[in-house]
């Protein structure tokens, strides 16, 4: 007889700190993939949230992502009804990999829920099947109360060399849950494909089900630093300097290698519903619709005579002829043309752009923001050219630039200046100046939305260079 599952200890721990450098161009560390509409309706995190809506409340959905990140990931959700506000961002003072992350989070919620119950979800799978998870989520949320971990497993489809493996104990077929025997890190072709015909060898989907005390007492146990580090923290907030440092200096590990692997307590339940850890460009094949030539074309693209092949655009026109078993994605500054077989290399160029410090990982030329967003359109020596449009009843917030002025130009709509001690207001094709470090604001009061021309001057011209008085978004 199932036990019944009390609500009030039951939370959603979402890990959302990744950058999905195999999804560039199109991710940025600004806008990494859990933030892209790449299948679905919606962004992969939204979809997250959406799918574990109404199984838990909104308050027990905890979002576990970096510092540098929380505030774009606090926006990016708050398009989300009902009750949005409630759902808890935890901060990492930096990305230390899943075992740091989880065990922040299982901390700031054993402190507030002793007997609570975590389902850990990354942020950026796709999972079509919603009531099927669902319901494996509950058996799964049975075998926690029972001090097991569990995890799920995805039985494979085909020899997959880009994903971990479960091995199950053969005798374990009575119950739903069955004994884990091993963790295996991606194979090559050869194993993979002799997992694929022993039918006791699952792909790792990354979701765990467990007691926050049963993960801490693991924890404890099997990266006792780690465990010492989360017991310095000082309530259920990661400020304290000090503190931040220590955690920052921790030594990076999943919870597979650094727990799991060395647990007797792992078990698995096979899952029942379609998967895919979105984990390159070559990925979209399982999850995405095709054309009867096995293509994917999204966007502003044209083919002929292309197969099994994927063609990603966002404005221009991309036209492709007589493709094989190829990905082309193109955005407004980059444009990636790559081999299936090789979309597991593509974090590979996102470290070459790393190294010859170029913008082209870091940022797309249109960024969002909270107000509303921003075009870069040109930039050069001493000087940046942005389009900027504020969102009806939006403004930025209160500041000043101590290494460059700006020239505005409103192209449409109306806008409120502020600038120093002189509030007035700007049409359509009027313009002002602000000088060097004058405090200044910019603000849509208005019914449509504002679009003003920006032309940046100075010897930098970079996004950092801003002081902050007073911002309506609490942003840092």
């Known amino acids: 007889m199932q036990r019944r599952i009390d609500p009030t200890t039951l939370f959603a721990v979402i890990l959302a700190g990744g950058s999905g450098t195999r999804f560039w161009p199109l991710s940025r560390e600004s806008c990494p993939k859990q933030m892209l509409q790449i ?18 409340p909104s308050d027990h959905i905890w979002i576990v992502t970096t510092a540098e990140r929380a505030e774009d990931i606090r926006f990016h959700v708050n398009a989300l009804e009902p009750r949005v506000e409630e759902i808890k961002i935890i901060t990492e003072p930096a990305g230390r990999n899943t075992a740091a ?6 901390t700031c919620l054993h402190r507030q829920c002793p007997g609570s119950v975590m389902m850990i979800m990354p942020s950026d799978h796709a999972i079509p099947d919603r009531e099927k998870f669902l319901g494996d989520l509950e058996l799964a949320v049975q075998g926690a109360s029972d001090d097991f971990l569990v995890t799920f497993g995805i039985r494979p489809t085909r020899p997959e060399t880009g994903y971990g493996y479960i091995k199950i104990r053969q005798s374990e077929k009575s119950t739903p849950l069955r004994k884990v025997a091993r963790f295996l890190e991606k194979p090559d072709f050869p194993t993979a494909k002799a997992f ?30 780690l465990y010492a580090t989360l017991q310095e923290m000082d309530g259920t907030e990661t400020g304290r300097s000090d503190w931040s440092k ?26 029942r519903f379609r ?38 655009s966002d404005k221009r026109l991309v036209a492709t002829i007589g493709l094989r078993d190829m990905v082309v994605v193109d955005t407004p500054d980059a444009t990636l043309v790559v081999p299936k077989e090789r979309t597991q290399d593509v974090r590979k160029i996102v470290d070459l752009l790393k190294q010859a410090g170029r913008e082209e990982h870091l940022i797309h030329q249109t960024v969002e923001r909270p107000w509303g967003n921003y075009t870069v359109l040109q930039k050069g020596e001493g000087y940046k050219v942005k389009r900027i449009v504020v969102r009806p009843g939006s403004r930025l917030s209160l500041q000043r630039h101590s290494r460059r002025s700006e020239h505005w130009v409103v192209v449409s709509g109306a806008a409120r200046i502020t600038r120093e001690d002189e509030v007035y207001l700007l049409q359509r094709n009027e313009s002002t100046f602000i000088p060097l470090k004058a405090k200044h604001r910019l ?19 970079e996004e950092d260079d801003i002081e902050c008085f007073d911002d309506d978004y609490k942003r840092v």
């Open 39 to 56: 299948v679905g309706e919606d962004t992969l995190l939204r979809q997250t949230v959406r799918r574990i809506q109404g199984f838990v």
């Open 101 to 106: 992350a989880i065990g922040l989070a299982a």
């Open 196 to 225: 694929l015909s022993e039918g006791i060898y699952f792909w790792n989907s990354g979701i765990f089900v467990w007691k926050s005390s049963k993960i801490l007492s693991e924890i404890k146990s099997h990266l006792p630093r």
């Open 246 to 271: 220590r955690y920052a200096e921790l030594e990076p590990v999943s919870i597979d290698r650094g727990v799991l692997e060395a647990s007797q307590d792992v078990w698995m339940i096979p899952g």
């Open 275 to 312: 998967w895919s850890d979105l984990g390159s460009w070559a990925a979209l094949d399982e999850v995405t619709e095709k054309d009867p030539a096995n293509n994917i074309l999204r966007g502003n693209a044209v083919d002929i005579d292309s197969r099994n092949s994927i063609v990603f």
């Open 443 to 461: 603000e849509n009061s208005g019914k449509e939305p504002l679009h003003i021309i920006e032309v940046q001057s100075g010897d930098y011209v």
